[in-house]
């Protein structure tokens, strides 16, 4: 039997001595020691392909360590996703997407209709930047509309309209019954130009004691939740007198199905990101994060293009999934990443907040309070690793 300890070599040099290979050799012989000296070849194979794997293996999955921490991996990107906490908060944004989708669909079903009895004309501001010290709203006559059509005729022949009047300021117009409008128009008045409203809203009640804001001089896009919303911007009041202005209050069109796509898209990326960090297929996840944010960042690049009205807050939401999928691809420095991030998007809200430009700040201040949370934990264990190599030099004989 050959030393199979031995550098192969040896073995087949001592195979080779052995006349194996002679007419009077043992042909059983020469086929055992062949048969060993191939064993000790795939037994070597096997060893180093087993190393192979096991670096390989370790190479790919060393973010999933226990003691590899977020916050100093090299993948941080990757470290995250195979953590059940941030699973679970992706799940959770996902879900608050999710809910702003459906909201946004079902609006869009059903024609978006409101129905009340009562609605309420209120001047905010008029050309002169200044509201009548009489408190009159200044405009001929107010009503709503239901597909552009004129709601006083809820049906053929049958006049709804009980009455307008004026009340603290405010045209108030009351049907007989409940009408189902998704629209106003107002009419100017023959006074002076520079009483003419430029920024108004338009609310709805059926008792003359609650009223719901249900439309405005101007729609805003909300960056956050990717929806459009009543906003009371300025509105180009013809100077011309006696002239109708109509609007219409639902979501502007194709903006909306844009937003129904981004929607779609962005619930999807965070789930499949979550379940692949389940599935420990950590950068499928990743790069489905990377795809949802690139395919978004277009996408709000469209609407941007779309709407002129609204294009600097949607170039801001481009940019937010710019640097959303920046982050993601790079994936070192990610919680500073986004720490910078949420504090520019901070900053802007500050600034840019006002009567005139409304931004919703709640989930800015979140992600910043999270920052700050994760920021501390990291302090913690920066510091308890410095203490125990303190202990550790103290303790060490001299």
Not at 47 to 69: A, I, K, M, N, Y
Request: charged share 20%; net charge negative.
């Amino acid at each position: 039997m050959i030393d199979l300890d031995l550098d192969p070599r040896v073995g087949l040099q001592q195979t080779m001595d052995s006349g194996c290979f002679s007419v009077e050799h043992d042909t059983s012989k020469c086929s055992r020691d062949c048969e060993d000296i191939l064993d000790w070849y795939k037994r070597l194979v096997d060893q180093e392909c087993t190393l192979d794997s096991r670096l390989l293996g370790f190479r790919e999955g060393f973010h999933r360590v226990p003691d590899t921490s977020v916050f100093f991996c090299s993948r941080s990107g990757l470290a995250a996703l195979s953590r059940r906490l941030f699973q679970f908060i992706l799940i959770i944004f996902a879900a608050m997407t999710g809910h702003n989708l459906l909201n946004l669909v079902k609006r869009m079903s059903n024609g978006e209709l409101q129905t009340y009895r009562h609605y309420n004309f209120t001047v905010i501001e008029c050309r002169s930047r200044a509201l009548d010290p009489e408190f009159l709203p200044h405009i001929s006559s107010f009503g709503m509309l239901r597909d552009g059509k004129d709601r006083r005729f809820a049906s053929v022949k049958k006049e709804v309209v009980s009455e307008m009047y004026v009340r603290n300021g405010s045209m108030i117009v009351s049907y007989l019954e409940a009408v189902d409008t998704n629209g106003f128009y107002f009419v100017t008045s023959t006074s002076d130009p520079e009483w003419d409203p430029v920024r108004f809203m338009v609310y709805g009640s059926n008792d003359l004691v609650s009223w719901k804001h249900i439309g405005s001089s101007s729609w805003h896009f909300n960056i956050f939740d990717f929806s459009f919303t009543l906003h009371n911007g300025h509105f180009d009041t013809a100077m011309e007198r006696s002239r109708v202005h109509t609007f219409d209050m639902r979501t502007p069109q194709p903006e909306a199905f844009l937003l129904v796509t981004i929607c779609v898209i962005k619930t999807l990326g965070l789930c499949m990101a979550a379940l692949f960090g389940m599935m420990n297929k950590e950068i499928i996840g990743k790069y489905a994060l990377v795809c949802a944010f690139g395919i978004n960042t277009v996408l709000n690049l469209a609407c941007a293009y779309l709407d002129q009205e609204n294009r600097i807050m949607l170039v801001m939401s481009t940019l937010f999934c710019a640097a959303h999928m920046i982050i993601w691809t790079a994936e070192r420095r990610l919680i500073e990443s986004y720490g910078i991030l949420f504090g520019l998007g901070a900053a802007y809200g500050l600034v840019t907040g006002g009567p005139n430009q409304s931004v919703d700040m709640e989930q800015i201040f979140i992600g910043l309070i999270l920052i700050i949370v994760i920021y501390a934990n990291r302090y913690r264990i920066i510091s308890g690793s410095r203490r125990l190599v303190h202990n550790d030099r103290i303790a060490a004989p001299e």
